[in-house]
């Protein structure tokens, strides 16, 4: 069965240092998605980062990267140079197939609460 | 552009009663889900629409759940005879064109509900 794993309930950085979220998955699809949420205090959901299973390059986006190792099942998140509005919760997901056909729908892990520190 | 709304933003409501939640997507986009995040947990799936096929409804809950979506635009979430366990985020997010490889879904601003 499909399932993110996210063992990391709160993690703290200092201010412009950089700072790794653990996120593993489970899936016996060979297709498959990997996204990377962050959620403020506000609650909404922004989208940062996403990676597919048969993408040959680890993602970027910025400050973001994902740290993507097929065959340990991990999709860690990277991000450099942590500012204080860096705070927030973070959710990794995965959608199984990436083809028509596919239900899309997203299953999240459980989230990892980051604290940047001046 | 317009996001994608939600409403209500917060939703107090008595055990037994029904409620209704509101998701307008982002125009243009075919598809639209819902997932319901509780108190310091992940989200949840609920039920996917694209297009004009058949929902999937394999997150619902309990028979209590339902959703629909008319016209293939606004989208209505009821919770009949609500319990406590009910209470949680609703999320609603929408995406352009799934299968597509990668598909990027837009969050709304959820509705908080809370069931006394």
């Known amino acids: 069965a499909q399932k993110i794993t996210q063992t990391q309930p709160g993690m703290f950085v200092q201010e412009k240092e950089a700072v790794t979220l653990d996120c593993t998955y489970d899936?016996?699809?060979?297709?498959?998605?990997l996204f990377w949420y962050k959620q403020p205090s506000s609650g909404e959901m922004i989208f940062l980062i996403y990676?597919?299973?048969?993408?040959?390059q680890n993602a970027t986006e910025g400050r973001y990267s994902l740290n993507f190792q097929k065959a340990r099942k991990s999709a860690n998140l990277v991000i450099s140079a942590s500012q204080l509005g860096d705070s927030a919760m973070y959710f990794c997901?995965?959608?199984?197939?990436?083809?028509?056909?596919?239900?899309?729908?997203?299953?999240f892990g459980t989230g990892t609460l980051l604290a940047v520190q001046p | 552009g317009a996001g994608v709304s939600q409403s209500p933003s917060n939703k107090v409501t008595e055990k037994g009663k029904d409620v209704e939640l509101r998701c307008d997507p982002i125009?243009?986009?075919?598809?639209l889900y819902w997932y319901r995040q509780s108190l310091g947990q992940g989200l949840e799936f609920l039920i996917y629409?694209?297009?004009?096929?058949?929902?999937?409804k394999s997150g619902l809950p309990s028979d209590r759940f339902s959703a629909e979506r008319t016209g293939g635009s606004v989208s209505t979430l009821t919770i009949q005879r609500t319990q406590q366990e009910d209470s949680a985020v609703y999320l609603c997010?929408?995406?352009?064109?799934?299968?597509?490889?990668?598909?990027?879904?837009?969050f709304g601003p959820g509705t908080r509900l809370t069931v006394t």
């Open positions: 997010a929408s995406s352009p064109s799934p299968g597509t490889g990668f598909d990027e879904q837009y």
């Open positions: 899936t016996s699809d060979p297709s498959y998605g």
């Open positions: 990676q597919g299973s048969y993408d040959q």
């Open positions: 997901a995965m959608r199984e197939g990436q083809g028509g056909g596919a239900t899309n729908k997203l299953i």
């Open positions: 125009s243009g986009h075919t598809a």
């Open positions: 629409f694209q297009g004009n096929s058949a929902p999937d």
